[in-house]
């Protein structure tokens, strides 16, 4: 040691003549409090110079007690002046000392702590990995997969006090509780207490417990919430509800400090969207687009936009020219005038997607404001993408789509299904308009033709979708989640089917613009709908086992190709279809290729007319439980609306606000139990359902 460092260690020795200062503060508890320590049988804590002087390099200097205090003192050779905190994370300036603070007390129960140290990162030097490790060992990693070495706080900071090399503790963010913690990095200097202006805006919006990061140069947000599940970094900003640890100092952030681990729901939703949400990609992340996708170049397109009957009115957009598009003041409406271009494109492309963001990003609207088209691209395509008519517009369905669509038009002649009477159609009971489904069914159907019973089950396929695979009912060994599929029968025209999706698609992507990037479309081969879902490799990050967003939702409004698919020799389509409404672990193993993920949540909503099924279906399907995975909806048009009314602004944002929050609070509800009405109901029917052996030609 130099002599400078060994003078600053007896300084800090002379500092402290009364003892630890933990043990002061404990003394001073009331002796009901269950951290007090009697002074008289402890003593106060009195400082081992000789302990402190032979480890004080490690940051600490140690008490006869057991505690330990950080040192802030010069570091020989190449180490700067730094506060350091071996043992205890919580010890800092303020209140040093082993306990927790009080606005985290709820935690320390919790088996979800972990210990983490140090690990120099060849690739940047200047910041090193924090990695989780298992108290006992110091060695093994401590992680979601195995959640044995998790334990209580107390447990894990006894092992940090029993072992060198390990820096602190940490709080694991897991699917069973609704902690979010948000990182906001290289934003501040404890030092000086100040944070940056973006990152104190922050820390002010979500008002809850805030904690300095070990670096001291970012802060930690603790609060309850769920969060999107598309999204979790970018630029400085961090977010994350499961997957993740947080290394925990317990060093309050000015007055956040004290406040306790609040909800945050709506604000961090706010957060998250303004932050943290990713750019609509500009590649797919999987080959998939919309039914109708356009073959030519955009620069063809272009062409023919502008030779259009509407073409001068598409050339005023494309170059930036809003005055089409103004407000009840007369001012120009920027959003109104992206939305009918978008629209216009989304049509010209075929309800291409990445094409009509592409195409868009080369008009004056976007080069306008670059950075909002980045933040709400996805959305505004979707809408777009949705509200485009079928009809009118003829264009390859080769691109883009989950494998590739080879069809056969030869048929099974020994299937026989039932005849099809339009005029037997049932009328759908009230009751089955409940709760919040029944509502969205209610507020959508004075503005559409389509059948109630349509609009309805492409709700509940869609919602049961976005809500992950959290929520689950086990039946004896086998566990059911959200999952649906929907099969909705019409004839063409009249029987409406793509009316019926349209606002539910509009009112889920304002309800949650994430997990709309997740519908797609193009459903013709089984390792097409696997790599849609696949599982990606995790990277060595510092803290992280990476998690993969594994929701997809296909919207098929023409399910006679994938039933034709599906009779190609070799297909795997049907079998993985099954798998993946069974289970969700999907595998298939070729001579060239294998392809695999587990957990995958896939809803499908098919559209087809009662001729194609008849036509397309195998007797296979009837048979192998294909088809009774279904739910079958008959669909035909409600009512004649020659001149449909859009729907009310104000009452589709107040409903996609209702129907955000039931998706947050869904995601939170684990195992799921019956009533005692409902297992008395299901009981009395499933001898009914299941006592007699299905004829293989009706299955």
């Known amino acids: 040691m130099t002599d400078a460092y060994d003078e600053a260690v007896e300084r800090l020795i002379a500092r402290a003549p009364e003892g630890c200062p933990s043990c002061l503060h404990e003394s001073r508890l009331p002796p009901t409090d269950p951290n007090y320590r009697d002074p008289h049988l402890h003593g106060i804590g009195t400082v081992d110079a000789n302990y402190t002087r032979l480890h004080a390099r490690e940051g600490f200097m140690g008490f006869t007690c057991g505690h ?4 802030k003192a010069p570091v020989a050779e190449t180490h700067q002046t730094a506060t350091l905190h071996r043992g205890s994370p919580m010890a800092d300036d303020r209140t040093p000392g082993d306990a927790l603070p009080p606005s985290l007390a709820e935690l320390a129960d919790i088996r979800q702590w972990v210990a983490w140290k140090r690990v120099r990162d060849p690739k940047k030097p200047e910041k090193p990995k924090k990695l989780p490790r298992t108290p006992g060992d110091g060695d093994s990693g401590s992680d979601e997969a195995n959640r044995r070495t998790w334990s209580t706080y107390s447990e894990v900071h006894r092992g940090v006090m029993a072992r060198r090399g390990l820096a602190g503790v940490g709080f694991v963010f897991t699917t069973q509780d609704d902690y979010v913690g948000v990182d ?17 805006a922050i820390v002010e919006r979500l008002d809850s417990y805030t904690e300095w990061s070990p670096s001291g140069t970012g802060v930690h947000i603790l609060c309850r919430g769920v969060l999107p599940p598309i999204g979790r970094k970018r630029d400085r900003v961090e977010m994350y509800d499961q997957g993740r640890y947080f290394t925990v100092t317990g060093w309050g952030y000015g007055r956040f400090g004290d406040r306790p681990i609040t909800e945050r729901i709506d604000v961090l939703a706010a957060v998250h969207a303004e932050h943290v949400a990713p750019p609509a990609p500009t590649v797919a ?36 020219d809003t005055s089409g598009h103004l407000n009840d003041d007369g001012t120009p409406d920027h959003s109104d005038a992206v939305m009918a271009l978008v629209g216009y494109l989304a049509w010209w492309t075929g309800r291409d997607a990445i094409q009509t963001d592409r195409m868009f990003r080369q008009s004056r609207l976007y080069a306008d404001n670059p950075k909002k088209w980045d933040r709400l691209s996805s959305q505004t395509v979707g809408k777009a993408i949705a509200t485009v008519t079928e009809g009118g517009y003829t264009g390859s369905t080769a691109r883009d789509r989950i494998g590739d669509g080879t069809t056969f038009s030869d048929r099974d002649a020994s299937l026989r299904l039932a005849s099809w009477n339009a005029d037997a159609k049932p009328e759908l009971e009230e009751k089955a308009l409940h709760g919040l489904a029944g509502d969205v069914v209610r507020l959508v159907d004075p503005h559409t033709e389509a059948d109630p019973a349509a609009v309805l089950a492409s709700f509940i396929v869609a919602f049961g979708n976005a809500v992950g695979t959290r929520p689950h009912h086990m039946l004896g060994a086998e566990t059911h989640h959200a999952r ?216």
């Open 184 to 200: 906001l990095d290289r934003c501040g200097d404890r030092a000086t207490g100040q944070l940056e202006p973006w990152a104190q």
């Open 68 to 71: 330990n205090m950080p040192v």
């Open 285 to 320: 992340p999987a080959p998939v687009t919309t039914r109708m996708a356009s073959s030519q170049t955009d620069d063809d397109l272009w062409s023919r936009m502008f030779r259009a009957k509407n073409g001068d009115k598409i050339r005023r957009l494309y170059d930036g």
């Open 484 to 699: 649906a599929f929907a099969l909705i029968v019409g004839t063409t025209g009249t029987g409406r089917k793509g009316a019926s999706w349209a606002p539910i698609r509009e009112l889920m992507t304002l309800a949650d613009g994430g997990w709309s990037v997740r519908i797609r479309s193009g459903l013709s081969s089984g390792e097409g709908l696997i790599a849609a879902v696949a599982d990606e490799a995790s990277k060595d990050d510092q803290d992280v086992v990476k998690v993969t967003d594994r929701r997809l939702l296909a919207i098929e409004t023409e399910f006679s190709k994938p039933l034709r698919s599906m009779r190609r020799e070799g297909n795997t389509l049907s079998a993985v279809i099954r798998d993946a409404w069974d289970h969700g672990n999907l595998a298939t193993i070729t001579r060239s290729n294998s392809i695999a993920t587990t957990g995958a949540h896939i809803s499908i909503v098919g559209h087809i007319t009662p001729a194609e099924l008849e036509k397309e279906t195998s007797a296979n399907d009837a048979s192998n439980g294909f088809l009774n995975r279904f739910l079958f909806v008959l669909s035909r048009r409600s009512k004649f609306l020659s001149r449909p009314e859009p729907l009310d602004g104000d009452a589709l944002h107040d409903m996609s606000l209702r129907v955000r929050r039931m998706l947050d609070e869904a995601r939170r509800i684990g195992r799921i139990t019956w009533h005692p009405e409902t297992t008395e109901l299901w009981d009395a029917i499933y001898g009914d359902l299941s006592g007699h052996e299905a004829d293989e030609d009706g299955a």
